[in-house]
Structures are given as C-alpha cells and as structure tokens.
Antibody, heavy 116, light 109 residues
Framework: EVQLVESGGGLVQPGGSLRLSCAAS????????MHWVRQAPGKGLVWVSC????????NYAESVKGRLTISRDTAKNTLYLQMSSLRAEDTAVYFC?????????WGQGTTVTVSS | QSALTQPRSVSGSPGQSVTISCTGT?????????VSWYQQHPTKAPKVMIY???ERPSGVPDRFSGSKSGNTASLTISGLQAEDEADYYC?????????FGGGTKLTVL
C-alpha cells in the first residue's frame, strides 16, 4: 500500500528548531517530486516547499525561505523538513504529499505549535 | 505568489449541481494545464478529486468534473450527496512550485 507517515511535530518556542519526517512506503520516494504543505488552525492549505525527483532542485515559499530546508534520505525512503528560527505564524499541521496525478498521496499530517 | 481566488462558500440541495470557480493568472492557472482539486473533510488529509484540469483519479465518482477557461478553472459536482459536504481547494502549477486557492466550504442543505 502506498503510504506517507509524518512525524516530528510538537511544541517549540519562538526562535527554536524542529525536524519533520515523512516516511514513504509502497513506493520509492526518489522517483517523485515531493511537497510539504501546511494548514494553520482554521485556515486553508498553503504550499511550503518541494524537491525534484532527482533531488537537483528545491523550491520554497517566500515566507519560509532561509528558515526551512527540504531534504530526503533515499536509503531511508524518507523526506524531511528542517525548520529553524520558528515563528508563531509557522504554527500549523504540516502535510507531505507525492506529486503524481496531482498531489495524489498525502500523509495524515503532523502538528507544529510555536509558542512560549 | 498570491493564492488563487475561490468563493468562500457554496451550497446546494441533494441531487443538485454546484460549481466552484478558481481564478488565477496567466502565470499559473492560465499558463499550465496542471490544475487540481482537493476535498478535505474536518481533521482529515486532503484528497485529490481532479488533476490536470479534468482528469479523475480512480475511485472518484464521475459526479465530479473539472474544466478551465483562460485564467479560471472550475469544479462541478453533480447529483450532490450529503458526503460531498467538505472544504474544496484548487491548486495550480506555477512553473517552479504550486499555489493553492483559499478554499471553498460546500454545504449540502
């Protein structure tokens, strides 16, 4: 079964760091462009970042450039989002998604809360 | 990249049809045939309902259809059912990333 499972969310203070993971199963993550999408409480979906299938290029929303870094470990078949200099406005559920036939597979999300 | 524009809410009675619009620019919706639509029920992950403007993934009822004209894409749901009540988001490729619409809450009366 094709599946994505996020982990690593939690409560962090402003200015702090966190690393989110997205474990893929049932497919090889490095054959697809992968995305991170977030959703603040009661708000809509917002694209955060993506990494090309060959890992050659990454892109970021302007609001997270320089603070969030997308990467992957092909051996572990896992996607990551390293988050630093976190702000209150980064509070959200973070989803990873596979880019095939639209964003055809999503994880269940992991919650990040930035608060003192 | 500004969010695509969707109506905040639409409603319809069971059996009726509703259409949700999604307006962008020539740099996103109008520039690529890569518009997709997502259904999201409360506390659930989004689910793709339409991709590449009008393609329906396996398992999605044919009551769901998509189209595009210029910078505006549309999702039409015919034969409304109670389980269609959810939030719907459009999404477009932009060349180097994707952009979502603000979301539309569909109420089945």
């Amino acid at each position: 079964e094709v599946q994505l499972v996020e982990s690593g969310g939690g409560l962090v203070q402003p200015g702090g760091s966190l690393r989110l993971s997205c474990a893929a199963s049932g497919f090889t993550l490095s054959r697809y462009r992968m995305h991170w999408v977030r959703q603040a409480p009661g708000k809509g979906l917002v694209w955060v970042s993506c990494i090309e299938s060959d890992g050659s290029r990454t892109n970021y929303a302007e609001s997270v450039k320089g603070r969030l870094t997308i990467s992957r470990d092909t051996a572990k078949n896992t996607l990551y989002l390293q988050m630093s200099s976190l702000r209150a406005e980064d509070t959200a559920v973070y989803f990873c998604a596979r880019d095939y036939l639209g964003l055809g597979v999503w994880g269940q999300g992991t919650t990040v809360t930035v608060s003192s | 990249q500004s969010a695509l524009t969707q109506p905040r809410s639409v409603s319809g009675s069971p059996g009726q049809s509703v259409t949700i619009s999604c307006t962008g620019t020539s740099s996103d919706v109008g520039g690529y045939n890569y518009v997709s639509w997502y259904q999201q029920h409360p506390t659930k992950a989004p689910k793709v309902m339409i991709y590449d403007v009008s393609e329906r993934p396996s398992g999605v009822p044919d009551r769901f259809s998509g189209s595009k004209s210029g910078n505006t894409a549309s999702l039409t749901i015919s034969g409304l059912q109670a389980e269609d009540e959810a939030d719907y988001y459009c999404c477009s490729y932009t060349g180097s990333s994707v952009v979502f619409g603000g979301g539309t809450k569909l109420t089945v009366l």
